[in-house]
């Protein structure tokens, strides 16, 4: 029993000797400047006495009693060009200001924000609720142009659906309907010339298909159609070019009986093209056409003799 007791006390301070030798060693290779342990709860403490970062986003409470003070947040917001913060804040601050004086300002400079980052569809739609709410304030004519302007910016490429488009035309049509004294006319005429162009651009490409794929009566139809609705645009003169081309080839593939029929419409229309566009760059070719096709009428003209 002695003999164990004694056992277990050497035992015990042969432990802490090595304990004490393990310290030593870490205190030299680790020193206290470079390595410090510490408890869970010391790094919860100081992650929660960190200061947040400047510029982090913090949600911020709009009420009657912070109003000013959220109004002039919203403001440091949209000056500094941080707009989708700023419309966050108007658009909070807006139901508590209907009816006052501030009212206006708030929607237009919420509509604005978000006209200023590039948000059009947002932007069209709140621009066009200040000009229904707000029909005879000083910002009312500007609020109405840049509703035309937001959706002239949503119009996509011509290769997809043209319905944006559309609307654009329409808001700017209603413009300068409304304002036909604006100082802002000349632009809203540029843009509806390059939305129009765009359309023609679009149906332009549908004759195209239609002659390439040889659906010359489709493409037939399309160009009258085309010359109706796009007669001033850049793509006329191509359109009747390639109708001389259409024409002629449509009557080349054609039966005998209907071919007379198809070489006229084909003179008829380079007569048009040569009327219209005289100093066409590719009006040659169609002269070329055009003789070919009044030589093939004469023939058939002598057989039927």
Do not use: W
Not at 104 to 123: M, P, R, T, V
Not at 237 to 244: G, I, Q
Request: charged share 25%; proline share 4%.
């Amino acid at each position: 029993m002695v003999k164990c007791l004694m056992f277990s006390v050497l035992l015990t301070l042969c432990l802490a000797k090595i304990e004490l030798k393990a310290s030593i060693f870490l205190t030299e290779v680790f020193p206290a400047s470079n390595y410090e342990l510490g408890t869970p709860q010391d790094s919860v403490k100081k992650k929660e006495t960190q200061k947040p970062r400047k510029g982090r986003f913090r949600s911020h409470k709009v009420s009657f009693e912070t109003f000013n003070e959220s109004y002039e947040r919203a403001l440091k917001y949209y000056n500094k060009g941080a707009y989708l913060s700023a419309a966050g804040l108007f658009e909070k601050l807006y139901p508590l200001a209907v009816g006052t004086r501030q009212g206006d300002s708030i929607l237009y400079l919420f509509a604005d924000s978000y006209f200023k980052n590039k948000d059009y569809h947002l932007a069209a739609y709140h621009f066009k609720t200040y000009t229904r709410r707000y029909p005879g304030t000083p910002r009312t004519e500007l609020a109405a142009l840049n509703c035309a302007r937001a959706l002239y910016y949503t119009s996509p490429s011509y290769e997809v659906d043209q319905t944006d488009t559309y609307y654009a035309i329409d808001e700017i049509k209603d413009f300068i309907k409304q304002y036909p004294n604006s100082p802002y006319i000349e632009d809203c005429n540029t843009m509806l010339d390059e939305l129009r162009n765009k359309l023609a651009q679009k149906q332009f490409e549908i004759v195209k298909l239609y002659y390439n794929t040889g659906n010359y009566r489709a493409a037939q139809l399309m160009v009258k159609d085309f010359m109706k609705e796009y007669s001033y645009s850049p793509y006329a003169p191509e359109a009747l070019f390639l109708l001389v081309k259409n024409n002629y080839e449509y009557a080349s593939k054609s039966i005998e009986s209907k071919q007379k029929e198809r070489l006229i419409e084909c003179a008829e229309a380079y007569d048009a093209l040569a009327a219209q566009f005289p100093n066409f760059a590719n009006i040659a070719e169609a002269k070329r056409i055009y003789d070919k096709a009044l030589t093939e009428i004469n023939i058939i003209n002598s057989k039927q003799k």
